[in-house]
Every structure is written in structure tokens, then in C-alpha cells.
């Protein structure tokens, strides 16, 4: 397929902008009450399967920089939802884990989260499905 004669319309990458700027109205609709950004959000569900990460594991996770992660980490461990500690045998590397109440509130974004989802993709025949995700790996892998 040629995508330089596809309209402005149709791009896939326009798309995906679209569907994310709505999908994130409805995250933060969805969970106002906990009054956290995005990224923090974003954060917490991905710590929520319980496991420790090291910052440099985290950013990849969630597709940012340490950086920038860095200060999203500092709002979440004000908040006593994270704590920072060192890995067991590496006092170097530094160990991102929950705390109760981060543990708390990861299993209710990813609830919700997998609500949303659900209700987006309910109906659609599994190959459609299997081609969303394929098309979002495509895109999350490919080198900017």
C-alpha cells in the first residue's frame, strides 16, 4: 500500500492521535477521583502485576525517558504510593515498588482500564483485534 496517496483522513497515525486524545478523556473521567495525571496513571498500571522496576525498565514500559519519568516517580512517592529502594545484591540499581496503597490503586486502573477496553473492543471479530495490536507493535517498535 502506498501511504503517501492516502488522505490526511485516513492516516493511521492521525487515527491513533485521535483515539488516544479521546481514550485518555475517558481514563481521567473514569478515574478524576484519584487526582492523578496520566503519566502517573500510566505509571501505576504498569508496576500493577506487583513486580519491581528499575527506572531504566519503567521508562520502556511506559514509553518515556527516565528522565521525565523521574519526576513522575517523585509526585508517586509523595503521595506514598511508590517507594525507591536498592535490588537485593546492587546497591547501585535502584528498585521502583509499591506500596499498599499503590498496590490499591494499580488494581483499580487496571480494572478500569480493562473495563474501557472491553467495552471498545466487545463485538469486534478476534482478527480485527489481532490486527490492532500488531498495527500498535509495528508502531511502538519502530525507530523514530
Known sequence: MNFESVPSERSALLALQRATHA?????AAELVDLDLTASE?????????GQGRTPSQLSA????RPTTLTSVLDRLQ????ITRGTRAGDR???LIQLTESGRETATLIRQT??????????????????????????????EA
Request: glycine share 10%; aromatic share 4%.
Open 61 to 64: 514500559a511506559v514509553g518515556t
Open 78 to 81: 509523595r503521595r506514598g504510593h
Open 113 to 142: 482500564l480493562a473495563g474501557l477496553e472491553s467495552r471498545a473492543l466487545d463485538g469486534l471479530p478476534a482478527e480485527a483485534v489481532a490486527g490492532f495490536y500488531a498495527v500498535l507493535d509495528a508502531l511502538a517498535t519502530e
Open 92 to 94: 547501585r540499581s535502584v
Open 23 to 27: 481514550t485518555l478523556h475517558l481514563i
Open 41 to 49: 496513571i500510566n505509571a501505576l498500571a504498569n508496576l500493577a502485576d
